[in-house]
């Protein structure tokens, strides 16, 4: 397809409103001669810690290291299962292999296609060590009942919010739930670096400490290194251009909703529409419906200029990196018949009303074509 009209996530119109100021914070970062964490990077992650309501957030080199660097500061190691949902991106289950443990698939809801609690608690064995639901587009599972199964169990809950920067739960941060929560600053994703960053926010001083630590070279002081580690922390540069963009996101966050909204009242009946967890208070990633013959409308949609993608074609255990988890096709129905139907619909903060009405009015103009 040549360049779409209407972009999925159209970064280009929102970085050339904001390029003074993406600009003179890289400035800053140069003249300061400081590259890696030091003040900007604590300045950040004091920024998103308050943001997120947590007590922590430790700046990391990628979202994907932020949900392994948090398995392994709560605790997961070599030999240890951790449950997860089929739906996700292949980095939620590359970061649990990475820590040296089993990747537990479960299935999701059909309403929500967020993670099934009954499966979840059906899949505990006495070496589950940790779960790690996944708040797909940007939209919270239901994290009291989920925290009530893993404090049951004594096992760990650790989020991947990779997609959820804001989200609530019941009015609370999604914080104040679990042991720590991952999330990734990949340049597409509603907080987003100029390059790869991510960050894992926690109430748990002793897990913070863990972190920082892991996150470089395992060390406590300069030369002080206490275990092997990774080399996996925030740049300056990225963590000075999240401080400005953080400073953004409450007002993003806020259209991304009304952007939903517009969606939800020009398609409700007529498309199904992925729906949030009742308590759930998402942020829209991405903005997900649901139809038969799903190839069909994202050809018709790309005729128009208008760019879809689908979050995800293939279900993590149908793909080859993961086949020797041993799952057979049909494991997990509910995510498998979701792969066939579920279409993610161009949604940011700077899409104009104009857009949205276009959109669905392609989609309303398929659907109708179609009865
Ligand atoms: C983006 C994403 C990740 C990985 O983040 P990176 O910053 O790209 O490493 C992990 N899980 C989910 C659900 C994501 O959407």
Known sequence: MSTPRIPLVNLQRLDAMHLDEWMEAIREVVIASGFILGAPAERFERAFAAYTGAAHAVGMGSGTDAVHLALRAAGVDAGDEVITVANTFA?????IVHAGARPVVVDVDDRTLLMDLQATEAAITPKTKAVVPVHLSGRPIDLRALSAITERHGIALVQDAAQ???????????????????????????????GDAGAVVTNDDAVAARLRSLRDHGRVGKYDHREVGYCSRLDAVQAAVLERKLAHLPSWTERRR???????????????????????????HHFMI???????????????????VIHYPIPVHALEAFAWLGYPAGAFPVAERACREILSL???????????????AAVLEWVNGRS
């Open 91 to 95: 980095a939620t289950l590359e970061a």
């Open 164 to 194: 959820a920067h804001g989200a609530t739960f019941d009015g609370q941060p999604l914080s104040a739930f679990g042991i720590a929560s991952a999330y990734s600053f990949y340049p597409g994703k509603n907080l987003g670096a100029l």
């Open 258 to 284: 009304e952007v939903a909204a517009r969606y939800n009242k020009e398609l409700d009946g007529a498309v199904r529409i992925i729906e949030e967890s009742p308590g759930g208070d998402g942020v829209f």
């Open 290 to 308: 649901r139809v038969p013959e799903r190839d069909g409308l994202q050809a018709f949609l790309a005729e128009r200029g208008i760019q879809t």
């Open 346 to 360: 161009p949604i940011d903060p700077v899409i104009t009303d104009e857009e949205v009405a276009e959109v669905s």
